[in-house]
């Protein structure tokens, strides 16, 4: 029988900062957003201590410090290159591996040949732990709904050994009882009231309604949630929708930026996230919008809001022309002021107008060799896999970062610069 598992890291952020720092192993730990904003990671330790997802880092700055909580800027570089030893090791137990995000991946697997795949599912979780320090948690099932669902168990209760496998209906109409239609894959915020108000509150209660129910006063993507549910497989992982809009902002530490070239430099290299991002879902953008902004909060300096889009002949993936656009988009937009010069708080870079990669129109007059800038963009991609993010990059994207984030907790990249390997004496 064939099932769909999926392998999601636990508190992701957080245990690849454990990875480095053991004696933070049981300890609560969170890590901040850009600028030490918010909290967007905890620990189960931090969560028991009541600290919510999203709080703004100076309400619970005295929380934390009461308790002892750890904390680290965002590391987006190390995450990313343990996200990959991850997902390295994973697919050695499958040729049918769809990485869904950054912590989380889809794989196909067989209880044919006598493979047990519940032992199997607990080998992978052992093994990604022994060799990464992350740990995982498998969740296996005939669908793809339900094995969402069996990871938040085999997560939840550590007697399933880091893995929950739905194989029968009565461990499924079991499993179904015990969820909550709001922890449903696939069923959001607006679905989730409207099936609130028909008494529907776990997903047990979905499951039991008749189809033609279902069907008659919601979507098609609902439908198919409902059908996994139920038994039957009908959401394909090449199917899932590709985001819709890519954006890429920060706001700048300090008073913001004055300095023209810095914030060129700055919407060059967020233009140049939105283009990798971008084929990493396989698709190509046809609009590119560039925004920058002064803070709403000062008074005593004059302000200026930034808001520009273009939409290009033909849909591209390609770095160096969209980060060529919206370069152009900033420079034909900057406006100027006679004696002091603007401070920007915030700027950013929004693809949209987003389709695969398989499905584009071509123009008759395109100036562009479109063949020799998919090859030159993809050797530049395969050069930076392997030598180590951002190593050959646009020259408007700079050779340091001058448009400083504050990242007073930053750990540093033990995995991806020489200088911050760890050093063990004996």
């Not at 108000?197 to 409902?226: C, L, M, Q």
């Not at 879902?281 to 925004?291: I, K, P």
């Not at 420079?331 to 990669?357: C, D, S, T």
Request: overall charge positive; some cysteine; aromatic content about 8%.
């Amino acid at each position: 029988m064939q099932y769909i598992g999926i392998a999601d890291c636990n508190n992701f952020y957080c245990s690849c900062e454990r990875v480095f720092r053991p004696d933070l192993r049981d300890k609560p730990v969170v890590v901040l957003s850009n600028n030490d904003g918010c909290i967007i990671a905890r620990s189960e330790e931090a969560k028991s201590l009541g600290i919510a997802m999203g709080t703004p880092y100076y309400q619970a700055k005295p929380l934390l410090e009461a308790n002892g909580v750890a904390v680290f800027s965002s590391n987006y570089t190390l995450y990313g290159s343990m996200s990959a030893r991850v997902m390295s090791l994973l697919s050695q137990y499958t040729p049918q591996l769809h990485i869904y995000s950054i912590d989380e991946a889809f794989l196909e697997l067989s209880d044919s040949h006598g493979n047990n795949v519940k032992q199997e599912g607990e080998q992978m979780a052992a093994c990604v732990y022994r060799s990464t320090g992350i740990p995982i948690s498998v969740g296996i099932a005939p669908t793809k709904t339900l094995a969402k669902m069996a990871s938040k168990f085999a997560k939840k209760y550590p007697g399933y050994r880091r893995c929950c496998l739905i194989d029968t209906d009565e461990r499924r109409l079991k499993a179904l009882q015990l969820f909550s239609i709001d922890d449903v894959w696939g069923i959001g915020r607006q679905i989730r009231r409207q099936l609130e108000y028909h008494g529907i509150h776990t997903a047990a209660d979905f499951a039991a309604r008749k189809e033609s129910w279902v069907r008659s006063r919601f979507n098609v993507t609902t439908v198919r949630t409902w059908k996994e549910l139920n038994g039957e497989s009908c959401i394909d992982v090449e199917d899932l929708p590709w985001k819709k809009s890519i954006c890429t902002s920060r706001s700048f530490a300090n008073q913001g930026i004055t300095d023209g070239a810095v914030l060129e430099e700055a919407v060059a290299n967020f233009a140049a996230m939105c283009a990798q991002k971008l084929r990493k879902q396989r698709c190509c953008c046809q609009s590119v919008t560039v925004f920058a902004y002064t803070s709403r909060f000062r008074t005593d300096v004059p302000g200026d809001m930034i808001h520009a889009s273009v939409t290009l002949s033909v849909p591209t993936q390609a770095t160096a022309e969209i980060v060529g656009t919206a370069i152009g988009l900033l420079r034909k937009n900057r406006h100027g002021h006679e004696g002091q010069p603007f401070a920007y708080k915030k700027a950013g870079v929004i693809l949209w107008n987003i389709m695969p990669a398989t499905a584009i129109q071509q123009d008759l007059f395109d100036p562009i060799d479109r063949q020799r800038q998919a090859a030159l963009t993809q050797a530049i991609d395969e050069i930076n896999r392997r030598n180590g993010y951002n190593m050959v990059r646009l020259a408007s994207q700079g050779t340091d970062i001058r448009f400083g984030l504050l990242r007073e907790h930053l750990s540093k990249q033990f995995t991806t610069n020489i200088n911050d390997v760890l050093v063990v004496k004996v």
